[in-house]
């Protein structure tokens, strides 16, 4: 059974910094393109990064370039996403999402981590 476990969501006041941690249980993670999505209360869930299994091709969605940095540890079945200069904005609950190929798209989520800007 495939796991995603988030964390290092919480509460920071605007201009701040958090790094959200995703886990992955033994699977194919080396191979699989990971992204981090977010969805505000009332909004639909929205990609925020995405890296590739190789870690060299990286995208952001505009409202955060320059802010945040997505990076992947393969040996430690890990990604994460950097997010500094935080704004109000930026609340939300964040997803873990992996996606790898093997004959079909095999795809899945984590349970998701609230990030709260606020002063």
């Known amino acids: 059974q495939v796991q995603l476990v988030e964390s290092g969501g919480g509460v920071v006041q605007p201009g701040g910094s958090l790094r959200l941690s995703c886990a992955a249980s033994?699977?194919?993670?080396?191979?699989?393109?990971m992204s981090w999505y977010r969805q505000a209360p009332g909004k639909e869930r929205e990609l925020v990064a995405a890296?590739?299994?190789?870690?060299?091709?990286?995208n952001y969605a505009d409202s955060v370039k320059g802010r945040f940095t997505i990076s992947r540890d393969n040996p430690k079945n890990t990604v994460y996403l950097q997010m500094n200069s935080l704004k109000p904005e930026d609340t939300a609950v964040y997803f873990c999402?992996?996606?790898?190929?093997?004959?079909?798209?095999?795809?899945?989520w984590g349970q998701g981590t609230q990030v709260t800007v606020s002063s």
């Open positions: 999402n992996a996606k790898y190929w093997a004959l079909r798209w095999y795809e899945y």
């Open positions: 033994e699977f194919t993670f080396s191979r699989s393109a």
């Open positions: 890296i590739n299994s190789a870690g060299r091709d990286i």
